[in-house]
């Protein structure tokens, strides 16, 4: 593959190693035909090219980007929220920057992966650290403190989840069409919150690497204390 900069003819890594790149076709054919998992298949691409180029390799395979690599302890690889990271038990827990759900581990923010003896975590750039102690899951009751807000989005401060104040606060989103179940299209956000106001709502999703993704569609929920 070649492109044009100014006139200059440049390479890509693929025009340089194309008997690596047929062999890596063929080899994908071959896994695609045994395996049925994406899963399987990355592990498959992994373990072949270790053999034959040495290490090492990350494979990621799918829409949905599993994937196949090997970190040693205290070594680091980059996670998206929701990425999987291994599963929760006696031996292997859930640090800062994940949560546990159906007995697997988590990532809850896009950041860099990291193993120290039996706890995985994961540590936002800028070393951005976020509560240890408790880490938001789906549908957890929050209490927050709204920053700013627009036309279709209100921002907020997530100060408490579950009854207990956060050491910091985590980043919330609330969406418009999160805000109630009804008659969505009729919400003006400029009426029903400010900037100051205490709002409870539930976690809806992880989010992005940014916010948490809150809903306050429920009973119960919406705000509980208006700025002065």
């Keep these: 593959m070649t492109s044009r900069d100014n006139n ?15 062999d890596v076709l063929m080899q994908a054919s071959i896994a695609m035909e045994q395996y049925t998992e994406e899963k399987d298949i990355s592990k498959h691409l992994k373990l072949w090219l270790e053999e034959k ?24 690889a980059m996670v998206l929220p ?7 038990s006696s031996t292997t827990e859930a640090g800062e920057g994940t949560y546990v759900l159906n ?17 995985i975590s994961v540590v936002r750039p800028h070393k951005k650290h976020i509560a240890t102690e408790y880490v938001l899951q789906l549908d ?7 920053t700013k807000l627009s036309t279709t989005q209100v921002f907020m401060d997530i100060l408490s989840v579950r009854g207990v104040v956060l050491r910091e606060p985590f980043a919330g989103t609330l969406r418009k069409e999160d805000v109630r179940p009804t008659d969505i299209d009729k919400i003006v956000m400029e009426e ?14 992880m989010g992005d690497s940014r916010a948490y993704y809150l809903s306050t569609a429920k009973p119960g929920l919406g705000v509980i204390q208006l700025k002065q």
């Design 53 to 76: 180029y040495g290490p090492t390799w990350h494979c990621i395979v799918g829409s949905e980007y599993k994937m196949s690599f090997t970190c040693e302890k205290m070594e680091m």
């Design 140 to 146: 957890d009751t929050v209490v927050c403190k709204v």
């Design 82 to 88: 929701g990425q999987r990271l291994g599963v929760a």
């Design 103 to 119: 007995g697997s581990i988590f990532a809850s923010v896009a950041g860099t992966s990291t193993t120290t003896g039996n706890k």
């Design 192 to 205: 029903l919150f400010r900037p100051g106001d205490v709002v409870k709502a539930a976690v809806l999703s």
């Design 8 to 22: 200059k003819q440049l390479e890509t890594d693929m025009d340089e190693h194309g008997d690596m790149k047929s």
